[in-house]
């Protein structure tokens, strides 16, 4: 006789991973980022903040540097939706708006730097942090360089990561290395010069 879905039992020694204590594990990671930096971070440190136990998160996770990667990841993605404004300057403009709300948060401006400093000095991290952010803003500048082309705005040549570069590079310098205000009006300016920059890029 089959046993109804409401009757069946999980099986023992099966993982039921709480999505709750998950969120609360990805929120202590960025916290103890901000407080202690990565080299500092352990797990015991980021279980307590989260009020789990270090099982917990071992279940989740082998060890700080796939959480932190993990959890970095999914932040990016969420955080830079893929703009449709029906315009490449309109996409570039709404990108940058989100770039440097992002940059200019208080815990992402004592995180970001902590992260790349750390990748300076070990491989590791570096090419797993350039995987993890990378391969996320790529694919952003790709459909923004590929509405543009639908639009007729952009040739089908145009290089994506060109775009990449120029979207991120100028405010990353001015809020995480400089730690400038970027007020509505620069953002207006900077985006313009985006767009005239590829465009150049198209004539060339």
């Given at each position: 006789?089959?046993?109804?879905?409401?009757?069946?039992?999980?099986p023992a020694g099966a993982a039921v991973l709480r999505?709750?204590?998950t969120a609360a594990i990805r929120t202590a990671v960025f916290e103890e980022l901000a407080a202690v930096g990565y080299a500092r971070m352990t797990i015991e440190g980021i279980a307590r903040r989260a009020g789990v136990g270090k099982a917990a998160v071992y279940r989740?996770?082998?060890?700080?540097?796939?959480?932190?990667?993990d959890v970095v990841s999914e932040v990016a993605v969420q955080g830079m939706p893929v703009p449709a404004t029906g315009s490449l300057l309109g996409d570039v403009r709404a990108l940058l708006e989100v770039t440097a709300r992002a940059?200019?948060?208080?815990?992402?401006?004592?995180?970001?730097p902590d992260l790349l400093a750390e990748a300076a000095r070990n491989p590791e991290i570096a090419q797993a942090l350039r995987?993890?952010?990378?391969g996320v803003q790529q694919g952003i500048a790709q459909?923004?360089?590929g509405s543009a082309v639908e639009r007729g705005e952009l040739p089908a040549d145009i290089d994506p990561d060109l775009a990449l570069d120029l979207l991120a590079g100028p405010l990353y310098w001015r809020l995480a290395v400089?730690?400038?205000?970027?007020?509505?009006?620069?953002?207006d300016a900077l985006a313009a010069a985006t767009v005239a920059a590829l465009t150049a890029a198209r004539r060339a």
């Open positions: 006789m089959s046993q109804s879905p409401s009757s069946r039992r999980t999505e709750d204590v989740r996770w082998r060890s700080k540097l796939p959480l932190v990667l940059l200019g948060h208080p815990m992402a401006s004592q995180i970001v995987a993890a952010l990378r459909a923004v360089v400089f730690r400038s205000p970027a007020p509505a009006a620069d953002l």
